[in-house]
């Protein structure tokens, strides 16, 4: 099993930063990937940014240049660090991991951790 506890959101005013934190525990050696959604008031949960276990990196084009995903010891942390905030990257922000289970891949989400900006 593997456990996923997102932390690091907030209120903050347009032009902020904020750094998103995702600590996984459990058989984390099973993780294959992992990445960042979020999902905003009355739409979808959308993919902000993914990193491999090869590290490397995507992310959806209204956050290139802003958000920089990265991960610590192994999967141990995975970092999501937001620059240049604006009122349309405020939401749910929720840690995923693609996880092998015998010859599955399973999601595991966290909790989600609110980031709401302000004009």
């Known amino acids: 099993q593997v456990q996923l506890v997102e932390s690091g959101g907030g209120l903050v005013q347009a032009g902020e930063s904020l750094r998103l934190s995702c600590a996984a525990s459990?058989?984390?050696?099973?993780?294959?990937?992992m990445g960042w959604y979020r999902q905003a008031p009355g739409k979808e949960r959308e993919l902000v940014a993914g990193?491999?276990?090869?590290?490397?990196?995507n992310y959806a084009d209204s956050v290139k240049g802003r958000f920089t995903i990265s991960r610590e010891n192994g999967w141990s942390t995975m970092y999501l660090q937001m620059n240049s905030l604006n009122p349309e990257d405020t939401g749910v922000y929720y840690c995923?991991?693609?996880?092998?289970?015998?010859?599955?891949?399973?999601?595991?989400w966290g909790q989600g951790t609110l980031v709401t900006v302000s004009s």
């Open positions: 995923e991991a693609d996880v092998k289970r015998l010859v599955r891949i399973t999601a595991v």
């Open positions: 459990g058989s984390i050696a099973k993780i294959l990937a």
């Open positions: 990193i491999t276990s090869g590290g490397s990196t």
